[in-house]
């Protein structure tokens, strides 16, 4: 079905959105819903952000994010503009969720089939680790029904919801383990270590190590649970997609347009200056990439108040990714693969100490498959390690290439070998991510997941300056697309109720409910 053309209803107030990335595309749709004129404004020459593409010789390689969960988050996002998400992209459910080996050769399947997963768990550790998982499954699910309204689905994370909530189920404070690490409650929910240390891998999701993370972070299972989807052709399509019904709906999209600094008079932003100079006013600007660019003052002076805990609070972890074409050989792959480390703990002791990992976990994504269709000899593939965040723009080029020897080396143990060995030209690197997104460290997650109240300390939409708002994964409800796209809901909502309340209409409403109080 072809792009709506429906009119969007005329626009008086002018909104400039910085930042391409999921969450600019999904503040610059729902403003443009709302009635607003958008510009949505990006120094790269592409829309999508940390969603992006490397070419290769069987197309473009998804080099960003892989896994989309909660895909009703996506649904209701192209249905505030009389859109069907199906009819722009094709999303396809993944019966296997990930495929995980250890170095002992052992392999387990989680599926969206939650029997099914518990039935390769008995086969892979016994029943009763099928038990545990179980058990597991229904604590986490407590969990996600509790804090999903007042935590991820409230603009602003609702404490007394949820200190009402917990007073009213008080089965949910062992469940949530407040004083725990997720490491520290998962060996006590796991006999097998092995289910421990996969389940560990979620604190990763989001940046962290599970050894320094809320227990709270196990609900990323449920999302996971409620369903895996590929996007044919690749992630990159769901950003084009987004870009191309904005663009339909009026958005103004420039991209290799760089905004050198947000225009501040008496405490409120009034526009942006590009760095040719010209400048764009506007009554509405959301800055849509890490805050912590702002706290730093690389926006303008006048902008530090602006979410300044994200210039001092410790980063989350990035990553080094391959993204290449090649044919592969040996162990069959899912779209999703995950190659764990022999030792748990020594990935995350290096990271801790800002070290790149002696022995990673591994996670290889394997792009064209899961998607119902016959699988070409050259398969385009992305592989993704964890990397600690670095101030240095420069990479050893010997250190690189020995690592690089070293992760081929350790996927051919697993029986993974590649032809033609992609070589480490072609790893994205911390130092190139913190080029991309300046400011940012190369962190790939906004701040760190660590600590018991780390998710109360990201900011929300709002800022202390007038006409300035926030959205992405570095701002409440946090990293990873789904929640970036939910940081824009909250992000729009906000603006339209703001747009609202101060108009002159409203203001005359007010004026006459206070005449006859």
Known sequence: MPLSNAPTRPASIRAVVIGAGVAGLATALRLRAGGLAVSLLDRHDHAGGKIRTVPSAAGP??????????????DELFACLGERLDDHVTLIPQDILARHVWSDGSTLDL???????????????????????????????????????????????????????????????????????????LARQFRDPRLAQLFGRYATYV??????????????????????????????????????LAEAHGVDIQLGTHVDRIIT????????????????????????????????????AALET????????????????????????????????????????????????????????????????????????????????????????TTDPTELDQWHHQ??????????TFTPTPTAASIATPQQFGTMFPETMGALYGQTPHGMTAALKRPTAETPIRGLWLAGGGTHPGAGVPMATLSAKHAAEAILRDRTSTSPSARTAMRGGMSTA
């Open 407 to 416: 992760i081929m080396q350790r996927l051919a143990a697993f029986n993974v």
């Open 306 to 393: 602006v979410a300044p805990q994200t210039a001092t609070l410790p980063r989350s972890f990035s990553a080094r990714v391959y993204s290449f074409a090649a044919h592969v050989e040996g162990r069959p792959l899912a779209h999703h693969n995950v190659f764990f480390a022999a030792d748990p703990d020594s990935e995350f002791h290096d990271l801790a100490a800002g070290r790149i990992p002696a022995e990673p976990t591994l996670y290889l994504c394997a792009e064209d498959r899961g998607q119902g269709t016959e699988i070409s000899p050259l398969e385009r593939f992305e592989i993704i390690t964890n990397a600690p965040a670095t101030s240095s723009t």
């Open 207 to 244: 940046g962290g190590a599970p050894h320094f993370s809320p227990a709270l972070l196990s609900l990323i299972w449920q999302a996971e649970a409620a369903g895996v989807w590929v996007v044919k052709g690749g992630m990159h399509k769901l950003a084009d997609a987004m870009r191309r």
């Open 61 to 74: 390689v998804d080099a960003g994010p892989t896994v989309l969960t909660m895909r009703h988050v996506f």
């Open 265 to 300: 008079q008496n405490g409120r932003a009034t526009g942006v200056m590009l760095s040719g100079g010209q400048t764009l006013s506007a009554d509405v600007i959301v800055y849509a990439g890490d805050p912590r660019a702002i706290a730093t003052g690389s926006m303008g």
């Open 111 to 185: 599926h969206a089939d939650l029997d099914a997963s518990a039935g390769a768990i008995a086969d892979f550790a016994g029943p009763a680790s099928a038990d545990d998982f179980r058990r597991f499954h229904r604590r986490t699910s407590r969990l996600f029904q509790a804090f999903d309204a007042p935590m991820m689905q409230a603009a602003v994370p609702n404490t007394y919801g949820l200190v009402t909530k917990v007073l009213g189920q008080p089965g949910l404070i062992p469940a949530m383990a407040p004083l725990s690490s997720l490491r520290s409650m």
